[in-house]
């Protein structure tokens, strides 16, 4: 089966500056990753995804994230985080079939001015 | 074109008691799951659907039961809640075609006492 591991459970930033959190995935011979947001109080939205191709996915928002085979890694980025951005990631692979995912703990990014 | 929503938005319960959960999606999607997220566990998936009149049992579905009687609409049943049933529970909803994004509802939030 599948798993899930977000390394960093929080993340403190200050505005304007870099981030990175961490996504790591179990292998397996076909792999389909996506990031969510999670804004304070509501659903999940789909930041991006990668499904084949090109290694380096863009996202909304600014937001970039590489995959990385030989390290079984998909981690998400932004160049430069505004307060905005304050809220919890999570990253998924579908596992199993029927598109059902399995989702990581879960990063709660808080940017701070 | 409201895409996935839930009712009710909260809920308290006591110990014994049964609510349903809906969920209805507009979008002509077949594929529609039931997840539960709890804090620093993600979200894990209870029960999913691949059309009308089909149901079946996602990571964690004991003490829950679904039921998927038109297209649109994807129910979640306590049928006797228990404190460990406290959770805020999201339905999602996609094309059921390749890997496609799973749309989120806003969620509704159940403390069982």
């Known amino acids: 089966a599948q798993s899930v591991t977000q390394l960093d459970s929080q993340v403190p930033v200050f505005e304007e500056a870099p981030v990175e959190l961490r996504c790591n995935y179990s292998s397996s011979v076909s792999v389909y990753l996506f990031w969510y947001v999670q804004y304070p109080n509501q659903g999940l939205q789909l930041l991006l995804k990668?499904?084949?191709?090109?290694?380096l996915v863009k996202g909304i928002n600014g937001f970039e994230a590489e995959f990385n085979k030989s390290q079984t890694s998909f981690h998400l980025r932004k160049p430069s985080v505004h307060i905005s951005d304050t809220a919890e990631y999570f990253c998924?692979?579908?596992?199993?079939?029927?598109?059902?995912?399995?989702f990581g703990a879960g990063t709660r990014l808080a940017v701070h001015p | 074109n409201a895409g996935v929503t839930q009712t009710p938005k909260f809920r308290v319960l006591k110990t014994g008691q049964s609510m349903t959960l809906l969920c209805a999606q507009d979008?002509?999607?077949?594929?529609m799951y039931w997840y539960r997220q709890d804090p620093g566990m993600g979200l894990r998936l209870i029960h999913y659907?691949?059309?009308?009149?089909?149901?079946a049992k996602g990571e964690v579905p004991d003490g829950y039961n679904v039921s998927r009687l038109k297209k649109q609409n994807f129910l979640l049943g306590l049928e006797s809640a228990a404190p460990s049933q406290t959770s805020v529970y999201f339905c999602?909803?996609?094309?059921?075609?390749?890997?496609?994004?799973?749309?989120f509802g806003p969620g509704t939030r159940l403390l069982v006492l």
């Open positions: 999602a909803s996609t094309s059921g075609v390749g890997q496609e994004t799973q749309y």
């Open positions: 979008m002509n999607h077949e594929h």
């Open positions: 990668y499904l084949s191709g090109s290694t």
């Open positions: 659907s691949v059309g009308e009149g089909t149901t």
């Open positions: 998924a692979v579908v596992s199993g079939g029927y598109n059902k995912l399995i």
